[in-house]
């Protein structure tokens, strides 16, 4: 995995978050910083790995907290998702260690600095984005697991409709929505037109 963030982001608070995580993330900090010339520029983090590095490593954790969520779906309470990440309090696991040093992490950085997983795909640069949003590592515990869920699914809507490539001005932006499902926005190249899919929770369907 690798770090890479805007320049007013401290590389020696990435770095040690980086020996934080430990050996079993391997954390790469990437020295050259994004400058942005603008009035009050975006401040970020983004978190870069192939989905397959995701997968290999948080799948497993990942699949726990997601089986729980689809559980308490029927539920009015479910949309809750520090409720479904406390029933396994107790459980140490990457995805939850993940959380946990991301949210030590967050207490170091200015509150506008965005934290951010992707993929470094179908742009390097503009990659496949999901901004987190949690602020407890309760509910970013989940936010991550549902994240890696959905990756397959994001990664066959990917192939199926040529995203992978030169067919998008952007990046694709993830959001996750607060029934679990990811919506996946780009900017065709084409019409320059936001384009949108919605990945559901429970199935590899996207719509």
């Known amino acids: 995995m690798r770090a890479h963030s805007t320049r007013d982001v401290s590389l020696e608070i990435l770095r040690e978050f980086g020996e934080d995580l430990g050996s079993d993330f391997d954390l790469e900090v990437d020295d050259s910083q ?3 010339l603008s009035e009050g520029p975006p401040s970020w ?14 799948a497993v954790a990942s699949a726990l907290y997601v089986a ?11 949309k809750n998702k520090a409720k479904v990440a406390a029933a396994f309090v107790g459980v140490t696991n990457k995805v939850r260690t993940f959380a946990e040093k991301i949210i030590k992490l ?32 309760d509910t ?16 066959k809507l990917m192939r199926e409709a040529d995203l992978e490539g030169s067919r998008t001005a952007t990046g694709l932006f993830l ?26 929770l429970c199935g590899h369907d996207a719509k």
């Open 34 to 36: 994004t400058m942005l």
């Open 45 to 58: 983090i983004h978190l870069i790995a192939q989905s397959e590095w995701w997968l290999n490593g948080l």
């Open 68 to 78: 729980e969520l689809i559980k308490e779906s029927a539920k009015e309470t479910w």
């Open 106 to 137: 967050r207490q170091r950085l200015p509150e506008r600095t965005a934290v951010v997983l992707a993929l470094p795909v179908p742009h390097d640069y503009f990659g496949s984005m999901l901004a987190l949003s949690a602020r407890d590592a």
């Open 140 to 155: 970013l515990t989940v936010e991550i697991a549902l994240f890696v869920h959905h990756l397959p699914a994001l990664g």
């Open 175 to 200: 959001v996750l929505l607060d029934n679990g499902d990811l919506k996946v926005s780009w900017v065709d190249r084409d019409s320059m037109e936001v384009q949108s899919r919605v990945i559901l």
